[in-house]
């Protein structure tokens, strides 16, 4: 069978249309991907034990250390992919799925092992008591440790389609896995009377419905899709698997800086007793929303920046980054706005405990100020990623996080206390829009160079 690449959504509709082709499913499987990120907090909420939340809490960033590394190998692989359907190089296409896929199991079975031998230290550095400790290495080890693999490698699958131009059904073997989720948590925490270690369990079970999906998926369409999962097809190339990592690198960083970051976080919120971790759990789960919502559109649009970015078509590239930093402008500013009004009402939703609800109120109304500024950030990091300027992305993340972040939430920390820790992200990501803004230039600038000198050589 011949085998297709939807040109006409790339190349020929309508900027809006083409953008909401990729960016709706894509929303609707970060919708899902919030929804059971939040059950587990809500299910464990349930059982109004401040301790075991904060269990909850303590573990939930090395979560998140899955996905910074599924976006190291999802991302990259897109990038690479989409650039190449662009330069219509599918063999380029082919080696770079395998190259994509097989390098990420392979880096996540190293992963899981060192996660392994090391979570005592890792947990306690997180801000883990010794009352929380329990439930948060119950929570560790059967979901990253154990479900480790699953979890990366049906990411890295959707990001393969998502690059192909099958946003839809990348989008559906995510959101199953959500909604089992959503369905499996309270059947093993409160039927099973597991508590925490059953929200992991359920996690565990989706995640790997979740690849099963996908691989199913990629059997039905692999006669007719460029995509292969054949072992590093055409030899093991070093080139394509720096291509990828350096490319995905940033989005992985990203999330690593930013679990990182939600580390301290924690440790410093610990300070003022597991009711304040607890409510601090809460408030992570919901700045999710805003995160996941920039993510959506991000990783909607790259297929088709990248796709067009090979292809030479600048002004295409450049009219789906103006749609799409409108939109998320515009998505982001209503998330902020819902959680500063309906902030008590939301955290009661989650933990009826009254210390929980009074410091989870403090803190989201310091912390969601950063949702606009944070917004902007992520997707001109995510636009340079489409075109392959990953250096861009990294230096401005890694200042972000690293330069300004950390030391500025320990500073207000020590001069104004709890509430100072929820301000350091705002206060950080007001400085860094201006550095987002200033990348974003010199990536407009790029492009036009490129014009010129294909204009010239013609």
């Known amino acids: 069978m011949a085998k297709e690449v939807n040109k006409e959504v790339f190349e020929v509709l309508p900027v809006p249309q083409a953008v909401s082709r990729f960016v709706i499913p894509s929303l609707a499987s970060m919708l899902i991907t919030i929804i059971y990120s939040l059950a587990d907090t809500f299910f464990v909420g349930m059982l109004n034990n401040p301790s075991q939340l904060a269990g909850l809490t303590v573990a939930f960033p090395y979560y998140q250390f899955l996905n910074a590394f599924a976006s190291l190998w999802g991302i990259g692989t897109n990038s690479v992919m989409s650039r190449a359907l662009g330069e219509k190089n599918y063999d380029k296409v082919s080696r770079v799925s395998s190259h994509g896929f097989w390098g990420a199991l392979i880096f996540m079975a190293i992963i899981c092992a060192l996660f392994f031998i090391f979570e005592k230290p890792l947990l306690y550095a997180a801000g883990a008591s010794d009352q929380s400790f329990v ?18 490698l049906s990411i890295v699958i959707s990001n393969l389609l998502r690059a192909e131009g099958h946003a839809k059904i990348a989008s559906r073997g995510l959101m199953l896995g959500g909604l089992l989720n ?14 925490v270690a059953g929200a992991a369990i359920a996690t565990l079970i989706s995640n790997c419905v979740s690849l099963i999906f996908f691989i199913i998926v990629y059997i039905r ?31 992985g960083c990203l999330t690593v800086l930013g679990a990182t970051g939600c580390i301290i976080q924690t440790s410093l919120y610990s300070l003022y007793g597991d009711a304040a971790v607890a409510g ?9 929303i805003s995160i996941y919502t920039v993510h959506g559109v991000g990783q909607g649009v790259l297929p088709l920046i990248g796709y067009n970015y090979g292809a030479k ?27 500063l009004i309906f902030s ?22 310091h912390y969601m100020l950063s949702t606009p500024f944070m917004a902007i950030i992520l997707l001109v990091s995510t636009l340079c990623q489409a075109v392959g300027k990953w250096q861009y992305s990294l230096i401005m993340l890694a200042i972000r996080q690293l330069i300004f972040n950390i030391p500025i939430t320990f500073l207000l920390n020590g001069l104004f206390g709890m509430k100072g820790v929820a301000s350091g992200q705002p206060t950080t990501d007001v400085i860094c829009l201006f550095g987002a803004l200033f990348v974003f230039y ?17």
């Open 182 to 195: 959503c369905i499996l948590d309270p059947i093993f925490i409160f039927g099973a009377d597991m508590g």
């Open 344 to 365: 008590a009402a939301i955290v009661r939703v989650f933990i009826n405990d009254a210390d929980t609800i009074q410091a989870g109120v403090i803190i989201m109304r």
């Open 442 to 458: 010199l990536l407009n600038k790029n492009m036009k160079k490129e014009e010129a000198y294909i204009l010239k050589k013609q």
């Open 313 to 339: 078509n600048f002004n295409r590239v450049r009219a789906v980054n103006k749609y799409a930093i409108g939109l998320t402008e515009i998505l982001s500013c209503i998330i902020m706005v819902l959680s």
């Open 135 to 152: 439930s948060a290495s119950s929570y560790m080890m059967i979901v990253f440790v154990i479900g480790g693999i699953p979890t990366v």
């Open 221 to 251: 369409i692999k006669e007719t899709s460029y995509i292969t999962l054949t072992p590093f097809k055409g030899g093991l190339s070093w080139k394509l698997l720096k291509d990828i990592v350096l490319v995905g690198l940033p989005s």
């Open 280 to 288: 601090w759990g809460v408030v992570n789960r919901i700045s999710f």
